[in-house]
T-cell receptor, first 112, second 117 residues
Framework: EAQVTQNPRYLITVTGKKLTVTCSQNMNHEYMSWYRQDPGLGLRQIYYSMNVEVTDKGDVPEGYKVSRKEKRNFPLILESPSPNQTSLYFC???FGGGDRQYFGPGTRLTVT | AQKITQTQPGMFVQEKEAVTLDCTYDTSDPSYGLFWYKQPSSGEMIFLIYQGSYDQQNATEGRYSLNFQKARKSANLVISASQLGDSAMYFCAMREGGSGGSYIPTFGRGTSLIVHP
């Protein structure tokens, strides 16, 4: 089954404790991206990747890191999480940058 | 300035009636694409429909159609014969550049639709 998986689905952590949210797709897509969703703000892009080892900042990259060492994986790293990073995070992938995106199920992160 | 504007934070519709969700966009690129996604209460994002800027006809997918008015820069989603399962958040998104380009879509803030029995 074609899908995008994210782990964990739910995470509660404390300020400053490094964490990684994994994202994997099995559709051989070139493009992957991370979004955060906050009430009233819709989805805002954090980072995106056009291919292995090629990443670029989205609209709200501060406080986040990404890497794309393999085509299927695109982890999101929070080196020192803060409460303002409490949000719902989505990973998405697509064949091309302009194509419809396939979304993961989301990761709800709470930073206390 | 917002590139995608959804002016209706919330909408209500009676079951079996049609409803239109508004979306206006802002771009100077002649090549662009418009998407609609649905997010039910379970949280997943579901692709509904796509319209390219050069498409001659309005896109349709089952009960979903896109009322594309290029001169007005609007791409409204029309849901016919609403069902209770249509209750969800709906997001309009746009990507600029050709379909093979490297641009990633930007999203509007969403419209919450509630279908009443």
């Amino acid at each position: 089954e074609a899908q995008v998986t994210q782990n964990p689905r739910y995470l509660i952590t404390v300020t400053g404790k490094k964490l990684t949210v994994t994202c994997s797709q099995n559709m051989n897509h070139e493009y992957m991206s991370w979004y955060r969703q906050d009430p009233g703000l819709g989805l805002r892009q954090i980072y995106y990747s056009m291919n292995v080892e090629v990443t670029d900042k989205g609209d709200v990259p501060e406080g986040y890191k990404v890497s794309r060492k393999e085509k299927r994986n695109f982890p999101l790293i929070l080196e020192s999480p803060s409460p303002n990073q409490t949000s719902l995070y989505f990973c998405a992938s697509s064949f091309g940058g302009g194509d419809r995106q396939y979304f993961g199920p989301g990761t709800r992160l709470t930073v206390t | 300035a917002q590139k995608i504007t959804q002016t209706q934070p919330g909408m209500f519709v009676q079951e079996k009636e049609a409803v239109t969700l508004d979306c206006t966009y802002d771009t100077s690129d002649p090549s662009y694409g418009l998407f609609w996604y649905k997010q039910p209460s379970s949280g997943e994002m579901i692709f509904l429909i796509y319209q390219g800027s050069y498409d001659q006809q309005n896109a349709t997918e089952g009960r979903y159609s896109l009322n594309f008015q290029k001169a007005r820069k609007s791409a409204n989603l029309v849901i016919s014969a609403s069902q209770l399962g249509d209750s969800a958040m709906y997001f309009c998104a746009m990507r600029e550049g050709g379909s093979g380009g490297s641009y990633i879509p930007t999203f509007g803030r969403g419209t919450s639709l509630i279908v009443h029995p």
